[in-house]
Structures are given as structure tokens and as C-alpha cells.
């Protein structure tokens, strides 16, 4: 199972990015998929999560109303639109696969099997 991460880069504060992850080797349209963030010394927040089925979707607190997940199944991608993007976004930025059944997406971490190498997003000021 291959998870990559792409379209990370360096924003201005105000400015919207969109990343991607493409996976292979698994049947994705059977797995919830969900996308993480992590800087230097903390631990790994959940940032979204969309369904495998019906594309139910979750969002932290902090970029509700600002990111927007979603998945096409055809192209076994799954993207993270970013908009108003925040200094305190910047991140690595992780895609990460569950093959559970959680009738919304999990938000822990622990829950995901398979894990993409993450993509950087630096949002200057």
C-alpha cells in the first residue's frame, strides 16, 4: 500500500493551497481516509476525515468552515482543500487510510492502517 502526499509549498497568510494524496495497492473506495498534521515536537492532530461510502465528513475545531476534504474515488485520490490559510497551519501534512467501520470518520490517529510521507505546508505571515 503506497499513500502519496503532493502540493504542499510556501503561502502567504490569506492564500489557499490544495494537497492531494493518491493511493495504491489497496481498494480505496472501501477505506475511510483522513488527513493529519504535525510540526516539530508535538504530536499528530487529526485535520479531517471524509467516509468511505457516502463521503461523511469531520473537521477539527481549528479549520472548520476553512478546509474542505474530499475524495474521487476513480482517481483513488483523496484531496484537502485549504483556504484562509493561517501561520499556525503550517505543518507537515499527512494522509492516512482506515479500513474500519466508523459510520463517521475517526479523528485518532491510532485508528488508521496505512500512512502517506507527508507533504510540507508553510504558511508565512
Known amino acids: 500500500v503506497q499513500l502519496q502526499a503532493s502540493g504542499g509549498g510556501l503561502v502567504q497568510a490569506g492564500d489557499s493551497l490544495r494537497v492531494s494524496c493518491a493511493a495504491s495497492?489497496?481498494?480505496?473506495?472501501?477505506?475511510?481516509m483522513g488527513w493529519f498534521r504535525q510540526v516539530p515536537g508535538k504530536e499528530r492532530e487529526f485535520v479531517a476525515g471524509?467516509?468511505?461510502?457516502?463521503?461523511?465528513?469531520r473537521y477539527a475545531e481549528a479549520v472548520k468552515g476553512r478546509f474542505t476534504i474530499s475524495r474521487d474515488n476513480a482517481k483513488n485520490t483523496v484531496y484537502l482543500q485549504m483556504n484562509s490559510l493561517k501561520p499556525e497551519d503550517t505543518a507537515v501534512y499527512y494522509c492516512?487510510?482506515?479500513?474500519?467501520?466508523?459510520?463517521?470518520?475517526?479523528?485518532?490517529?491510532?485508528?488508521?492502517?496505512?500512512w502517506g510521507q507527508g507533504t510540507q505546508v508553510t504558511v508565512s505571515s
Open positions: 471524509i467516509s468511505w461510502s457516502d463521503s461523511r465528513t
Open positions: 492516512a487510510a482506515d479500513g474500519g467501520t466508523y459510520y463517521i470518520p475517526t479523528p485518532i490517529a491510532h485508528d488508521y492502517d496505512y
Open positions: 495497492g489497496l481498494t480505496f473506495s472501501t477505506y475511510a
